[in-house]
């Protein structure tokens, strides 16, 4: 069992940044491929950005790249997802998640991001 918090979320306006991170416990950081999803009011939960076990290996939404950034620090067992140039469509609540190699998906309670025009 792994368990994920997230924090960092936020108000921001058109065009800024911010920062999310996830912190994992319960069990080794590095063998798990970690990501984000989102989920804005009305829509379904869709795929933001994911690294593998090295943090050498990365990859984004297509709305996404170019303007986030995801990166991992297993010493510290914490994934960031960098955001800028951010847009009202960007708005959601972000979700970490942890897949094993065994095919376990685990999920954070997520964290809201709010972009104003």
């Known amino acids: 069992q792994v368990q994920l918090v997230e924090s960092g979320g936020g108000l921001v306006q058109a065009g800024g940044s911010l920062s999310v991170s996830c912190v994992a416990s319960?069990?080794?950081?590095?063998?798990?491929?970690m990501g984000w999803f989102r989920q804005a009011p009305g829509k379904e939960r869709e795929f933001v950005a994911a690294?593998?076990?090295?943090?050498?290996?990365?990859s984004y939404a297509d709305s996404v790249k170019g303007r986030f950034t995801i990166s991992r620090d297993n010493a510290k067992n914490t994934v960031y997802l960098q955001m800028n140039s951010l847009k009202p469509e960007d708005t959601a609540v972000y979700y970490c998640?942890?897949?094993?190699?065994?095919?376990?998906?685990?999920w954070g309670q997520g964290t809201q991001v709010t972009v104003s025009s």
């Open positions: 998640y942890a897949d094993s190699r065994f095919g376990a998906r685990y």
């Open positions: 319960g069990r080794t950081f590095s063998n798990y491929i």
């Open positions: 690294v593998r076990l090295s943090g050498d290996s990365t």
